[in-house]
């Protein structure tokens, strides 16, 4: 897809366009903010690199993914992350922080270390996602500065969206929530 040449992505990813506009959107998040912090080549590649990826399966159909990971039971929307995770690792990635920042970006995990949280930060504060803005912004622009606070409050706004919406919380974003508190 051109879309997914223009954001370096594997030629096995399988993004929209407006997949590709997200994904692009929360690189330059990651991006912005391991400038502010000051972070060192080897995190801000691997943050960057957590960012660029974590989505390079979404657009993939339902089947493609289960067959990858052998999974009948998991909620169609939570497959993208593990299979891509799988995927990275079949060709290589050895990164563990970014492996496991990816396989579990959409519902946390309680041993993540800086860069799966700071995905999972990035994902939630994308600027083009349409509700809470200013909110969102406000987290945004706070994470160079108290990342470890913005987490949490990151965290705790995903955990209220659940709950209002009645949304069921997956048990590994119910630990993530718990590791916090």
Do not use: C
Not at 68 to 75: S, Y
Not at 85 to 111: F, M, N, Y
Not at 143 to 159: C, K, M, Y
Request: glycine share 6%; proline share 6%.
């Amino acid at each position: 897809m051109p879309a997914a040449a223009s954001i370096d992505l594997p030629a096995w990813a399988r993004v929209s366009r407006e997949r590709a506009a997200h994904i692009m959107r929360v690189v330059s998040l990651i991006d912005r903010w391991a400038a502010a912090m000051g972070l060192g080549e080897t995190e801000v590649r691997a943050w960057r690199d957590a960012a660029r990826l974590h989505d390079a399966l979404r657009d993939a159909p339902e089947h493609e993914l289960r067959e990858m990971l052998g999974d009948e039971d998991m909620p169609a929307p939570l497959l993208h992350g593990p299979a891509t995770a799988a995927r990275l690792r079949a060709d290589g990635e050895r990164r563990e922080d970014v492996l496991d920042a990816i396989a579990h970006h959409t519902v946390g995990s309680p041993t993540w270390g800086a860069a799966g949280r700071a995905l999972y930060m990035a994902d939630f504060l994308d600027p083009g996602r349409d509700f809470a803005r200013t909110e969102r912004a406000a987290l945004a622009a706070r994470v160079p500065v108290d990342f470890d606070a913005t987490f949490r409050a990151v965290v705790e706004n995903r955990i209220d969206w659940a709950r209002r919406k009645g949304v069921h919380l997956h048990p590994q974003s119910v630990k993530l929530w718990e590791s916090i508190q």
